[in-house]
């Protein structure tokens, strides 16, 4: 199961940082995202984390959205900088397991002044 925290209100400019605990499985074996929908839209990747630490981002947040993972406290964090209008949508944490694809519950996060 995926528990994510820290979505809400920031004004554009601000930053926020979510978090998603993993609450049982070999956390660090696992890739692990962060996705978001906004409304109308389709789901779109954010970035990628892997076991070995490598990481990677959608040009649209690239070298404003941090992800970083804590092996020990089976967290993985979305730190968001620089947030714009755009950047409004529920963020979802991700497990992907071959055929299978675990989703936390998402979490709320609007940019607006």
């Known amino acids: 199961q995926l528990v994510e925290s820290g979505g809400g209100l920031v004004q554009p400019g601000g930053s926020l940082t979510l978090s998603c605990v993993l609450n049982e499985g070999f956390f660090s074996t696992f890739n692990m995202n962060w996705y978001r929908q906004a409304p109308g839209k389709e789901r779109e990747l954010v970035a990628h984390?892997?076991?070995?630490?490598?990481?990677s981002y959608s040009d649209l947040v690239k070298g404003r959205f941090t992800i970083s993972r804590d092996n020990f406290k089976k967290t993985i964090h979305l730190q968001m900088d620089s947030l714009r209008p755009d950047d409004t949508a529920v963020y979802y944490c991700?497990?992907?397991?071959?055929?299978?694809?675990?989703w936390g519950q998402g979490t709320q996060v609007t940019v607006s002044s």
């Open positions: 991700n497990l992907p397991l071959g055929s299978v694809s675990i």
């Open positions: 984390s892997s076991p070995g630490g490598s990481t």
